[in-house]
């Protein structure tokens, strides 16, 4: 069973940064993939970014292309996510969550990611 630990989230004002990292411990394949997505207060869950661990290259929301950035190291089984110009609409819980070729069949708990303006 592979279990997913986010950390990294807070508070940051607007135009500011933060980095979102998660271990994830278990057996994975070379195929398995990571993602983040995230869920604000009264919205549904939403996908942000996505990479495999072994090749392939990232892929993102419109909404974030161009400001996170997401990465993994495999010798450490941590995929960060790299958040930069933050926006108040990115306040939301943020998920890490990992799967057999596309995320989905494993979730972390979450981290909160709150923007003030």
């Known amino acids: 069973q592979v279990q997913l630990v986010e950390s990294g989230g807070g508070l940051v004002q607007a135009g500011g940064s933060l980095r979102l990292s998660c271990v994830a411990s278990g057996r994975t394949s070379s195929s398995y993939a990571l993602g983040w997505f995230r869920q604000a207060k009264g919205k549904e869950r939403e996908f942000v970014a996505g990479?495999?661990?072994?090749?392939?290259?990232?892929y993102y929301a419109d909404s974030v292309k161009g400001r996170f950035t997401i990465s993994t190291d495999n010798a450490k089984n941590t995929v960060y996510l790299q958040m930069n110009s933050l926006k108040p609409e990115d306040t939301a819980v943020y998920y890490c969550?990992?799967?057999?070729?596309?995320?989905?069949?494993?979730w972390g708990q979450g981290t909160q990611v709150t923007v003030s303006s």
């Open positions: 969550t990992g799967g057999i070729g596309t995320p989905g069949d494993h």
């Open positions: 990479i495999r661990r072994r090749g392939g290259s990232p």
